[in-house]
């Protein structure tokens, strides 16, 4: 009985002896097989080490525009639709080479109503500088600040850092300026009618082509109004074939007047002004004329 049980126990021991070898070698198996795994895995991974472009400078000029500077028509209207220009420029670099800058952008944004007015390309001047004038179109009474992004892209699609600008489109009209007046202080009646000439200087801070009109009003010595009031001056080198204008567009404003032998003797009063395309009126000269 007793050497039954100790062979009995021998074959046990052996058992589990085996078992232990197996799950060795299994577990082995196991972690050959997951590195193996692993080790393609690893040879499919793509490790990108690129960088982004760097926007190094950039500006927009001008960052402001008066948009009582652009005209249209024949007058201002708050309905009137504007084209607004301005230049773009940055200076980008890449550390991966110039090469790899694929693009460089530049939007026009109207922050109120968070909508883009335009978005260019850039033109390329040189490996680092990119250049454009955006142009969009708004209505002169649509003014306030809007807002200009540049930014780069690379060959791998990253973004560079991004610049902003405030574009200040704003309405400041100034009315015109006259100056210079040239007119006599005495005309003396003759038996033919009397011609005298008067001229006036012009001017318009908004640009000289902002001046609608310069004219005067003219009043009798019993100061009452002259029934043709106002008088148009022109700047045309006498195309009109009445102003006697030595030479067209430079500002200077000319009109002959006519004196008949039969005009009321006595002191008249002259006013001469201008206006502008908004309606604006410049100051005002008064002259006086004694007939005799």
């Given amino acids: 009985m007793g050497s039954y049980r100790h062979i009995h126990f021998i074959n046990f021991t052996c058992a589990n002896k085996d078992k232990v070898k197996m799950r060795k070698i299994l577990a082995f198996l196991i972690i050959m097989l997951f590195y193996s795994c692993e080790r393609e895995n690893l040879n499919v991974i793509d490790i990108n080490f690129a960088n982004p472009p760097i926007i190094k400078f950039a500006k927009i000029e001008p960052n402001e525009i008066n948009l009582d500077t652009i005209l249209v028509g024949a007058e201002k209207n708050p309905e009137d639709t504007l084209k607004i220009k301005f230049k773009?420029?940055?200076?980008?670099?890449?550390?991966?080479?110039?090469?790899?800058?694929?693009?460089?952008?530049?939007?026009?944004?109207?922050?109120?109503?968070?909508?883009?007015?335009?978005?260019?390309?850039?033109?390329?001047?040189?490996?680092?500088?990119?250049?454009g004038e955006p142009e969009f179109k708004i209505k002169r009474k649509e003014s306030g600040i809007y807002q200009v992004r540049i930014f780069s892209i690379d060959k791998n699609n990253f973004t560079s850092n991004e610049f902003y600008f405030n574009l200040n489109l704003y309405r400041g009209n100034r009315p015109p300026i006259i100056s210079d007046l040239n007119a006599p202080d005495t005309v003396i009646l003759q038996t033919q009618t009397v011609l005298i000439k008067i001229t006036v200087k012009a001017t318009d801070l908004d640009g000289d082509n902002d001046i609608k009109a310069v004219y005067f009003s003219s009043f009798k010595p019993d100061g009452s109004p002259s029934s043709g009031n106002p008088f148009q001056m022109y700047d045309?080198?006498?195309?009109?074939?009445?102003?006697?204008?030595?030479?067209?567009?430079?500002?200077?404003?000319?009109?002959?007047?006519?004196l008949p032998p039969n005009t009321q003797k006595g002191t008249y009063r002259f006013e001469f002004q201008a206006i502008d395309k908004a309606g604006a009126v410049s100051n005002t000269i008064t002259h006086f004329l004694s007939v005799i």
Avoid: H, M, W
């Fill in 88 to 131: 773009a420029t940055a200076i980008v670099y890449d550390k991966d080479g110039q090469g790899d800058i694929d693009e460089t952008f530049c939007y026009a944004i109207n922050p109120l109503r968070g909508i883009t007015l335009v978005q260019i390309k850039l033109n390329k001047i040189n490996d680092s500088t990119f250049y």
């Fill in 236 to 258: 045309d080198g006498n195309a009109s074939g009445i102003s006697g204008d030595e030479r067209a567009g430079d500002g200077i404003y000319s009109i002959i007047i006519q």
